[in-house]
């Protein structure tokens, strides 16, 4: 899953892109309102995590914008300020969830998985297919009665497939969905991946389509979630 | 004391001397008036008895048979007090007693030949008029007494002062009340003050008042402008002041958790690396709001010392040597004249001068140079301190906001607390000096103060002053 975060303060904003990956969020991360809308412009962006005053403006502002634009991007705004009608001008200002700095980080990681899987249209945390009931907030799988953990580069491309089961990801999305990695991304990388998540779900789990990218194999009969 | 009181003891203390020396003065008058009178009544009287002698109308035998028969039953009688006021003694010249009126003293009532006498008969005060007839070889003698004339002035005192003793309490009452009615604004002011909390700043109720109390009102609703303002300004700053520090502190627990939680060691090491970053931006954080506070608090001292600026700049250079050192900046000093300040707290300037270095090592890029000059201006009156930085400078629509407390720049980066401006500023206020920002030519920011000093007290400064770069 691929965050914004916008936020000034270096040293949170570091720590947040840093912390986010463990949690298996890929994020880019930018200081002010004005490159934060140049990145949202570029798109690519699963939810954001936006701090309420920038040196050039306000979040707030930066989310009315986004949100007359139509778009449904989930975010969590993250802020000094947060008594309560402070919370209530966030939320009704078109964020999707508010945390008061400072947070937890495992908060702040569940926040957001929390407010992606519905905009997904999903409640319950878990996402099930084709025999694998996987537990994001936990980077593990269980398929055939046995657990699986994820590094967190594997879980993110596992992740960007079981998104939506049945499409083609290319190569070039799922690298998106890695590209933050302070180790960068390598050619091979995303061949890798794959190819360890297939050794732990089995060959067939994956499916490669020639010359477009990979997919999740449709669901055997007896096991559909 | 109420002022109340104090004006009605002004009040009455002052008509009660007036009245007092208004008494004194008319008994003075009135004494000699009456004495006046009565010696021209003895001397005509006198005059009279000797007339009526040398005319023979009276014979002096019968007259003396006459005038002891007189007084009890004569019918000229104006008023009982003034009866048997007169006494007459005629005496021949050689000395015998020729008759007497009733009532005069048997001792002789003057030894004078003639003319006004007093004398002391019979233990009484007696004003004696002696008329000589050298002719008749009488001497007609005509005398009150003192005790009448006492008594007489004594009444008419009295019938002046007891009237006006009888008005003096109603007098009284009246100023008293007067007093009150007068004080009236006063005392709305003080109850309206009295009622309200003290905690309520909201200014008087703007009612018609007398013109004396009216600038009273004022400077009070003009007082609690000024203490709502300044108690709103220190509400806002610390509720800024929290808030400002929960973002470093977010950054702090962030960067924690990320070493808790990383898997390796070079991820570790780099999280503890920004821990420390992170603690040394709060440090500096509260260190400005520290200086901040100190400040804001700072009243003026009554003493204005003079106090040569070189040392401070050079104590300010070499305090920040070390932070040059590290960033890569080559810090440079050129204080060629050196000024003297007239104020209570230099120390302020060396507080400003630091802050406006720090943001110049800050940001100027690894490699660059930052210069600290100093010289006089205006032929001597001011010293311009300038620090100029290779930066990227303040874009020019910032250049008015970034004095503003917790204001940070576009560039900054969140590096900042948004706070070293506005501490400049707020010392150039102390100093009654004035700071200024401008786009330095070829680039970067050019901070400059300007400060009155003392005139002639320009002269060459301390040796350069050089902090470089490690090579």
């Known amino acids: 899953m691929r965050i914004l975060i916008i936020e000034d303060d270096d040293v949170l904003r570091d720590g947040l892109v840093v912390g986010l990956s463990f949690a298996g969020f890929t994020s880019e991360a930018v200081a002010t309102r004005v490159e934060g809308e140049a990145a949202l412009e570029a798109g690519g962006f699963s939810g954001m995590v936006l701090d309420l005053m920038l040196p050039d403006g306000s979040g707030l502002d930066l989310l009315a914008r986004l949100r007359s634009r139509g778009s449904t991007l989930p975010v969590l705004m993250l802020t000094a300020r947060d008594r309560p009608h402070e919370r209530v001008a966030g939320l009704d200002g078109g964020a999707d969830d508010y945390l008061g700095k400072p947070f937890d980080l495992e908060e702040l990681a569940a926040r957001l998985r929390a407010i992606l899987r519905r905009a997904e249209g999903r409640a319950d945390g878990r996402i099930a297919w084709n025999g694998l009931v996987l537990d994001p907030a936990k980077m593990k799988g269980e398929i055939a009665g046995e657990v699986q953990t994820f590094s967190p580069k594997e879980f993110a491309i596992l992740r960007a497939l079981i998104e939506r089961p049945g499409a083609v990801l290319g190569k070039s999305a799922l690298e998106e969905r890695l590209y933050g990695w302070e180790d960068g991304v390598e050619s091979n990388t995303v061949e890798v991946h794959v190819h360890r998540l297939r050794s732990k779900l089995g060959a067939s789990f994956i499916e490669t389509v020639r010359g477009a990218g990979y997919r999740l194999a449709p669901p055997t009969a007896k096991e559909t979630a | 004391m109420s002022i109340r009181l104090r ?118 005060a007696w004003r004696v008029y002696t008329a000589e007839d050298p002719d008749l070889g009488i001497r007609v003698m005509v005398a009150d007494t003192r005790a009448m004339r006492e008594n007489l002035v004594g009444s008419i005192i009295t019938a002046l002062v007891l009237p006006a003793g009888l008005v003096l309490p109603a007098l009284l009452g009246l100023i008293w009340i007067s007093l009150g009615r007068g004080l009236a604004p006063l005392d709305r002011v003080a109850r309206v003050l009295s009622n309200r909390s003290a905690s309520d700043l909201t200014p008087l109720p703007d009612e018609p008042a007398a013109s004396e109390v009216r600038p009273l009102i004022e400077g009070l609703n003009g007082l609690m402008t000024r203490v709502a303002s300044a108690r709103e300004s220190e509400r806002t700053f610390t509720a800024f002041a929290a808030h400002e520090l929960k973002t470093p502190l977010s950054g702090l627990k962030t960067q924690a958790q990320v070493a808790a939680m990383s898997p390796d060691p070079a991820t570790k090491d780099r999280a503890l690396a920004q821990i420390q970053k992170a603690v040394d931006r709060t440090d500096r954080m509260v260190r400005q709001l520290l200086d901040m506070a100190a400040i804001e608090a700072e009243v003026a001292e009554a003493g204005e010392h003079p106090a040569s600026i070189a040392p401070l700049l050079a104590d300010v250079m070499e305090d920040l040597a070390s932070l040059a050192r590290v960033k890569g900046v080559a810090l440079h000093a050129d204080l060629k004249e050196s000024c003297v300040l007239q104020c209570s707290r230099p120390l302020l300037l060396g507080t400003a001068v630091r802050n406006l270095l720090e943001n110049a090592l800050a940001a100027g890029p690894q490699g660059s140079e930052v210069t600290l000059t100093m010289h006089a201006v205006e032929e001597g009156r001011s010293c311009a301190i300038r620090v100029r930085d290779h930066g990227s400078g303040i874009p020019l629509d910032e250049l008015a906001l970034v004095t503003r407390r917790f204001v940070r720049g576009r560039q900054a980066e969140g590096a900042g607390s948004g706070l070293g401006l506005a501490i400049v500023d707020l010392a150039m206020e102390r100093l009654r000096g004035r700071l200024s920002l401008t786009r330095a030519e070829g680039g970067g920011l050019l901070a400059e103060l300007v400060l009155p000093c003392l005139s002639g007290h320009v002269g060459p400064a301390v040796p350069d002053l050089q902090a470089s770069p490690a090579k």
Do not use: K
């Open chain 2, 7 to 124: 004006l009605f003891l002004i009040l009455v203390l002052a008509t009660g001397a007036v009245w007092a020396s208004a008494v004194v003065w008319t008994r003075a008058r009135t004494e000699a008036h009456v004495e006046r009178v009565l010696d021209a009544r003895l001397s005509e009287a006198a005059r009279m008895v000797v007339s009526l002698i040398a005319d023979n109308s009276i014979d002096l035998g019968a007259a003396a048979g006459v005038m002891e028969g007189a007084g009890t039953e004569t019918a000229f009688a104006p008023a009982a007090d003034y009866e048997h006021r007169l006494s007459c003694q005629i005496w021949s010249v050689e000395g015998g007693l020729l008759g007497q009126s009733e009532g005069a003293p048997d001792g002789r009532l003057s030894s004078n030949s003639s003319g006004f006498s007093t004398s002391d008969v019979d233990g009484q």
